[in-house]
């Protein structure tokens, strides 16, 4: 972001930085949600009234980013919530309220369309004004961070998003109560960001708990709690699908099996719910298709897995466009399901589509674009197409090098793999040295990690040792059972 784009709002106070950065502006309701209500389906096109512009020019245009973002109209939404943004210092001042509500939405508008820098733009030219009108610890900036913690989330900076989500969940649970709706979202958040880094047995619990407030708080027919259940299965069929083969029969786990069979129930209520309050055709639908999809393929249904996946594509392409991270995901399930069948010259395909997508909206060290590199290296692995198995497998070294530092451990996997490949094109020593490689790395992260348990426990000692007797006794020792 520029200086001439910052100069225009105060400078954000502490608590929500340019790293702290998200906003469900239903909870500011006020003008915005009037005219969301009121004639909004009628207003939706009309012009502005010639001459000067005013406070209800600003109402109908920021109506109008709303409702055409509601609709998954975002090409719609976005033509009026630039116009919103531009309108709002004219009429009400640079730092009034409705211009942060301008900046918010676009920025809701921007994520939507996968362009997450305009998106952190925007929210960071909001937040200080929510600040400079709520005070740093209000729901209101706490929201606000939440939005922008959930750019981040999708960039993938999920070390930058975490410390903004959870103090956004205790600012949320200290003003509203841990029972409040709004805490429900605020932990929905944190549980998505578990998911997003494959924590899931953490990310099940937040899950538990925000179905459990939405379900006691709005009933079981609402979209709230229908997006808590999708949640909840997609956090299961994505744990069970990671849970190893049972080693005596190698068919899954008892827990991979009781996830799934969790996971269909949800789901199957979920989709119920979303079919008679939303459209056949929203986002939301696409979603539970793709978590129906996944879990398909899982249970070896591979027709069904495969008409899922398409309908969810179908969905995801005609709302978001073919360059779109959500559309790479159904095409990487559909990639999937044709590979189970044995069809990898089209697994291939749905593969390579869904990592350009990746590579061009979110950038080659994204996690989910070197799970497409990685799932596509694997393929030419298994396929036996050498020459592009080693130019895959090169290129994910390379990449978690520049990332992560070269002696990693995100290193080791993906040339331990380019050393299979080197060895099976007969250049032993070259499969070696990269094997050798693969074993340093791993020897020096098993010694880093036994070094750092031993600073822990050391750290333990001390700390008791500084406590009275009876303290540290009671700290360290179980009561014995009589």
């Known amino acids: 972001m520029t200086e001439e784009s910052r100069s225009s709002v ?41 001459g000067k512009p005013t406070r209800q020019d600003w109402v109908e245009l920021h109506g109008k980013a709303s409702y055409f973002r509601d609709r998954a109209s975002f090409g719609d939404a976005l033509q009026a919530g630039l116009a919103a943004a531009e309108l709002a210092p004219k009429v009400y001042g640079p730092n009034h309220l409705a211009v942060a509500e301008s900046l918010n939405t676009l920025g809701l508008i921007y994520a939507d369309l996968a362009r997450y820098d305009d998106a952190l733009a925007a929210y960071e030219q909001a937040v200080p004004i929510l600040q400079q009108t709520f005070g740093p610890m209000s729901k209101e900036v706490a929201q606000a961070g939440s939005n922008l913690a959930l750019t981040l989330m999708r960039m993938g900076q999920y070390d930058e998003a975490r410390p903004i989500f959870e103090k956004a969940l205790e600012i949320t649970e200290n003003l509203s109560g841990p029972e409040s709706v709004e805490t429900a979202l605020a932990v929905t958040h944190l549980a998505n960001l578990r998911d997003a880094t494959g924590d899931h047995a953490a990310a099940q619990p937040l899950h538990e708990r925000a179905l459990s407030i939405r379900r006691r708080l709005l009933g079981p027919v609402d979209r709230k709690t229908a997006e808590s259940m999708a949640n909840l299965a997609f956090c299961l069929v994505q744990s069970a699908e990671g849970r190893p083969a049972d080693q005596k029969s190698g068919k899954p786990s008892a827990e991979a099996v009781a996830e799934r069979k969790r996971a269909a129930d949800l789901l199957a209520q979920s989709m119920a719910v979303r079919g008679r309050i939303l459209p056949a055709d929203s986002l939301d639908v696409a979603g539970s298709l793709a978590t129906a999809a996944t879990l398909a393929r899982l249970d070896g249904r591979l027709d069904d897995a495969g008409r899922l996946a398409l309908e969810s594509l179908a969905i995801r392409e005609a709302k978001l466009g073919v360059e779109h991270p959500s559309t790479a995901s159904s095409l990487d399930a559909l990639g999937k399901v044709r590979r189970d069948a044995g069809s990898l010259d089209e697994a291939e395909e749905f593969f390579t589509k869904a990592a350009q997508v990746r590579l061009k909206k979110l950038g080659p060290a994204h996690p989910r674009t070197l799970d497409s590199l990685t799932t596509l290296a694997a393929l030419h692995t298994a396929r036996k197409q050498h020459e592009l198995a080693e130019k895959a497998w090169r290129r994910i070294v390379e990449i978690r090098e520049r990332v992560d530092g070269p002696e990693a451990i995100a290193v080791a996997a993906p040339l331990e793999a380019l050393a299979g490949i080197l060895q099976a094109s007969d250049r032993a020593k070259e499969a070696g040295e990269a094997k050798a490689r693969a074993a340093q790395i791993r020897e020096a992260a098993k010694k880093a990690a036994e070094e750092a348990k031993k600073a822990a426990e050391d750290r333990a000692k001390a700390d008791a040792a500084k406590k009275p007797p009876a303290e540290a006794k009671s700290a360290t020792a179980a009561p014995v059972a009589k």
């Not at 930085?17 to 207003?43: M, P, Y």
Request: proline fraction near 10%.
């Open 10 to 50: 105060p400078t954000s106070p502490p608590l929500l930085r340019l790293s702290d950065r998200k906003t469900n502006w239903w909870a500011l309701g006020g003008v915005a949600l009037a005219a969301l209500v009121v004639g909004l389906a009628i207003r939706a096109n009309r012009p502005l009234a010639e």
